[in-house]
């Protein structure tokens, strides 16, 4: 059995705890401890190695000269660069942008991508910006730290409310900074400039591809499976789509207005564009209204949380009656909440495997530039399901053989990962003299 008891250390807490960057380094410790690695290990990967603050002055439309601050956490890039999102959002922080790239850390080196973990963020909000502000802010940021991205060091990617035209303002800056062309610099760019074909679905289409396998393993046929969704956003409606053609039943989705219902099944195209003319998938005729917590308690065979963090937690964990709980969004259950559903037989597919189909097409977006070969999309996907099979049957072997949850496997074939690439690095013996890019 796994020992889920809390780790002892003055940083950690003892209560239920919902910071990210607490509860990224608990699993960290976790997995390291059950692998019996050296304390070094953990000792390097319970902080990122770099973390950079910068200021970025930006003339509003008023004239006015406003100052942003933006964060970029490069975690650990032993296999290769750094990787990850930039978030545009009034609440970031710096802990929880480093919760975010020691995230992506465990996810690259868990699909088995040559990249580390990054993440970045500006504290702003970008619904409250013209255009040329925004511009004027995304090519600020990139200009701060151009000293230290770029296709072979740190590869930022868009986040919350980042976008395709960020990507592609921040590419063209830095290819002015340096007089050439870098489309390697940045992933999710629009197609014209470099993106990838099969982007915009790899999420939802990676996350379907661990409820599938999941699926088998649990002798669950996904035909009239019912399927609850909550976050009817890009990854939850994509995976929600996926699951229908597979026989599913959406019995039921939601946004940030509340959810519907339906027990005999809702079309998540015809759904998605009542969203779109509506704004909230709340009011799709033929369906009960429901409020987010009647939504996590429905009975069914998937739940997928497509949200926001902390959704499932210790007041509401005994409610959940899916046999799978596939995470899309990032850090959706508490370690408590899980212990609670590990009890209860409920299968999680954890976030770091279930959402990692994101960044495995931004990887072969980056290939793609790399080598100015561009593929076709079903090349992208089939890529794509080979890459998640995979390493979900590790994570289910490695569980197999601790009998732990699914998350604790999956940080285990990560840590055992990362710790070998830094040993024979040289990291763990002379650790205060770590190579940086
Ligand atoms: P999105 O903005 O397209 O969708 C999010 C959806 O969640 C929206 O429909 C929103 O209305 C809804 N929502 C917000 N608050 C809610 C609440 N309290 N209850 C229910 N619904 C709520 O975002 P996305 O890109 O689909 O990302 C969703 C999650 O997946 C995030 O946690 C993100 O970090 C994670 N993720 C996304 C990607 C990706 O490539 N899109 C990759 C990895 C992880």
Redesign the pocket.
């Known amino acids: 059995m796994c020992d889920r008891n809390l780790p002892k250390g003055s940083d950690l807490v003892a209560t239920e705890d919902r910071n990210p960057y607490d509860i990224v380094r608990r699993q960290l410790r976790e997995a390291t401890e059950q692998l019996n690695l050296p304390p070094s290990v953990y000792e390097i990967l319970k902080q990122p190695l770099r973390f950079i603050e910068v200021s970025i002055p930006v003339q509003m439309d008023s004239g006015e000269l406003r100052v942003f601050t933006g964060f970029r956490s490069q975690h650990n890039d032993v296999l290769g660069p750094t990787k990850g999102g930039i978030r545009f959002h009034p609440d970031v922080t710096p802990d929880e942008v480093k919760a975010l790239s020691m995230w992506m850390t465990i996810k690259c080196a868990l699909l088995g991508l040559p990249f580390g973990g990054g993440k970045g963020g500006i504290i702003c909000n970008p619904k409250e910006l013209s255009r040329r502000e925004l511009e004027g802010l995304s090519r600020g940021f990139i200009a701060a730290l151009a000293q230290v991205v770029g296709p072979d060091k740190d590869v930022p990617a868009p986040?919350?409310y980042t976008t395709p035209q960020v990507m592609a303002w921040m590419m063209d800056e830095f290819s002015k900074t340096l007089s050439r062309n870098q489309f390697g610099l940045i992933t999710g760019k629009p197609i014209v400039l470099g993106g990838s074909r099969g982007r915009s679905e790899?999420?939802g289409r990676g996350c379907v591809e661990t409820v599938l396998a999941a699926a088998k393993k649990l002798n669950m046929p996904i035909d009239g499976a019912r399927v609850v969704v909550?976050?009817?956003?890009?990854?939850?409606s994509v995976a929600a789509s996926l699951l229908r053609g597979h026989g599913a039943k959406i019995i039921a989705v939601?946004?940030?207005k509340g959810g519907i219902y339906n027990e005999h099944g809702l079309d998540p195209l015809a759904v998605l564009s009542y969203k779109e003319q509506h704004g909230t998938v709340v009011g799709f005729p033929g369906t009960e209204t429901i409020t987010?917590e009647e939504l996590l308690a429905l009975e069914c065979e998937v739940l997928v949380p497509?949200?926001?963090e902390n959704q499932i937690h210790a007041d509401n964990a005994h409610k959940i009656r899916a046999k799978i709980v596939a995470e899309?969004?990032?850090g959706p259950t508490t370690p408590d909440a899980e212990q609670i559903l590990f009890e209860n037989g409920v299968f999680v597919i954890p976030d770091v495997l279930a959402?990692a189909g994101?960044v495995t097409v931004s990887y072969f977006e980056w290939v793609q530039n790399l080598y100015n070969w561009y593929w076709s999309e079903e090349e992208v996907n089939h890529q794509l399901g080979l890459k998640m099979n995979q390493a979900f049957e590790e994570v289910y072997a490695m569980r197999e053989k601790h009998n732990c949850t699914m998350r604790r496997a999956a940080y285990m074939v990560a840590v055992a990962r990362l710790a070998e690439a830094m040993r024979l690095r040289g990291w763990l013996e002379r650790n205060t003299a770590v190579w940086r890019s």
């Open positions: 986040d919350v790899a999420t909550q976050g009817f956003g890009n990854a939850g939601s946004d940030s987010n497509a949200a926001l899309a969004a990032n959402n994101g």
